[in-house]
């Protein structure tokens, strides 16, 4: 960690250095109390994905407002947890590479010393038999770690077809015995940004469908299902009115990004804040335009540029693209006279990031502030442990 982040501790929020990845603690609090209380209302577990965070600190914050374990995509932010204390994790993605699998094999085992447990998606045969040798090359006698059949219930990327073809998988999964079945991954990661209400809501009617006729096969093959486990930010309220799923995979609520919020809020979803930000200062200064030092190496663009939060927000600026180092300020053309519109060289601005999953990883802390961003105080810095864990 750099001297001068150390140093912020305890200071003005004023101080914090530009660009910096910055977390309003106070907003991100309200969130996952938010978040807690509606998985308890629902009687669901509640697993939220730390690829959006990747810190171990917030995912120790998480459990202790209710979560029970958490999800990650990778192997390697499955360790970084671990390195972190975290004892409870699930590896919702396919893992095929045998070194990679000797890396969750060991990782499984070190969990369930620690009184934890490790599980993986799968959505082959060939999966499982790598899996299933992986764990019998480290000595495992017994069923160490968790395996859930993914099942595509509409995004089409992985998960193998609803139906007997899962209950193939699952039969397979039980026929090791290093290997227990823990349910079906059934995550629909394309309805998560579906802009109307009605349609978020349509594709999960479709997710569930897709898991009729899987859970129809499993009743026709004598096999039990043990846990439905999905859902995002954006659909979770479908779900969770279900009846079917038992647990909610709920990430970018905490921080909640631009493009989340260019979603529809349907009314019986709670209401999230946004709780992340780039902290940039305008560097340069023109009769047209500002720009500021917070170009797409602070944040990614793969859902679209960041939006201006407070004040620049009411000056009706829009940022555009200026590169790696610059962002580029412009006053929105209804807004009026341009002149008096633009801000003065040196003022703070606060960027909203279009994805805070991609714009976390570009960073090695994030400084956590309480109190407000303008007034307030920094009160941690914490580590991305998980920054660049792509393996």
Partial sequence: MSCNLTALVGQSAALIDTPTLVIDLDAMERNMARMAAFAQQHQLLWRPHAKLHKSAQIARWLEQAGAHGHCVQKTSEAQALAAGGIRNIYISNQVIAPAKLARVAQLSQQLHAQGGRLALAVDSLEGITR???????????????DVLVEINVGQNRCGVEPGT????????????????FAGLQAYHGAAQHLRTAAARQAAIVQALQHIATTRSAFDAADLHIPLVTGAGTGTFIHEAASGVYGELQTGSFLFMDADYAANERDPAQPAFE???????????LSATHAVCDAGHKSHAIDSGLPILHGLAATHALRFANGGDEHGVLHPDA??????????????????????????????????????????????????????????
């Fill in 334 to 391: 209804a807004s009026g006279n341009a002149s008096n519109r633009l801000p003065a060289l040196g003022d703070t601005l606060w960027l909203i990031p279009g994805h805070c999953d991609p714009t976390v990883n570009l960073h090695s802390h994030m400084v956590g502030v309480r109190g407000g961003l303008d007034a307030g105080v920094v009160e941690c810095v914490l580590t991305v442990d998980g920054r660049g864990a792509l393996t």
């Fill in 131 to 145: 899996l299933a040798h992986a764990m019998q090359s480290i000595g495992a006698a017994t069923a160490s770690i």
């Fill in 274 to 284: 946004h709780a992340l930000f780039v902290k940039t200062q305008v560097m340069s």
């Fill in 165 to 180: 073809a899962a209950v193939r998988l699952a039969q397979a999964v039980q026929a090791q015995p290093t290997l227990q």
